[in-house]
């Protein structure tokens, strides 16, 4: 590896949704930087069965002697729809995984954090973090309350030695964005005439979408030793698209 950051070496990561996109970047980026990483990912671990997420950590504690330096809670879904559209279905299972799984996740890790006074947790959220997007009211909530939850636990356990951070990305290369592409256009042509990428580049200032690396970069750093004196952070990476 060309670059190391400190304190990823020989840690204990959990990395959600480690298969593909962003996930997929932070699980690899943690290998190659000397981690010891461990994936939750469909199909072996679903998330939003919410109930098992405490004996998944666990079992992970015990593979290694009770140790779990780093979380990064990256899984999510997507789903488009104004109010109108959205029913109590929707909104269960946005929320299963986009916010209870992590918020349990947390819970999960916590003790094992806390019998070490040390431990980094870094959370997946949005630009929707900070603004709205049009059709994307559940989405879009589950994302700001990720941001909320981040700032939370960082003022409740940063006495214990523990950060708790969150990246906010914008638009990302990834088989996620170009299915919300299609599906813009083909739900919405009114708003959204084309799926042709540049279209959506445009509305970005460096016109261009992130490589999902990229994210990763920032998500690792945050669980790093260089960002030790960082927490309740949340950190937009979006090529600055929420600063127009």
């Not at 109590?88 to 003790?111: E, G, H, S, T, Y």
């Not at 630009?127 to 589950?142: H, L, N, P, T």
């Not at 906010?168 to 088989?175: E, V």
């Amino acid at each position: 590896m060309e670059y190391q950051l400190p304190g990823i070496k020989d840690k204990v990561a959990i990395v959600t949704g480690h298969k593909s996109g962003i996930g997929a970047a932070v699980y690899k980026l943690l290998q190659d930087m000397g981690a010891r990483v461990h994936g939750f990912d469909l199909p072996e671990i679903d998330l939003s069965e919410t109930a098992r997420i405490q004996s998944y950590v666990d079992d992970v504690a015990k593979m290694e002697g009770g140790s779990i330096d780093i979380l990064i809670n990256n899984a999510g879904v997507t789903l488009l729809g104004d109010i109108l559209e959205s029913s109590i279905n929707d909104i269960d299972n946005v929320l299963d995984v986009n916010f209870k799984a992590p918020f349990f996740l947390i819970k999960a890790v916590l003790p094992y954090m806390l019998a070490r006074k040390k431990g980094a947790i870094v959370n997946n959220a949005s630009d929707q973090a900070f603004i709205g997007k049009r059709y994307s009211a559940v989405y879009g909530a589950s994302k700001a309350a990720i941001a909320q939850l981040t700032k939370s636990a960082a003022l409740d356990f940063g006495p214990q030695g523990i950060r708790v951070n969150c990246v906010a990305p914008g638009s990302t290369d990834t088989s996620m964005l170009r299915r919300v592409i299609n599906e813009l256009h083909s739900r919405y042509p009114q708003s959204f005439p084309t799926n042709s990428e540049s279209f959506y580049k445009d509305g970005v200032p460096l016109k261009r979408f992130a490589n999902p690396m990229e994210i990763a970069w920032a998500m690792v750093f945050l669980a790093s030793d260089a960002a030790s004196f960082m927490t309740g952070a949340v950190i937009p990476v979006d090529g600055g698209f929420i600063a127009q």
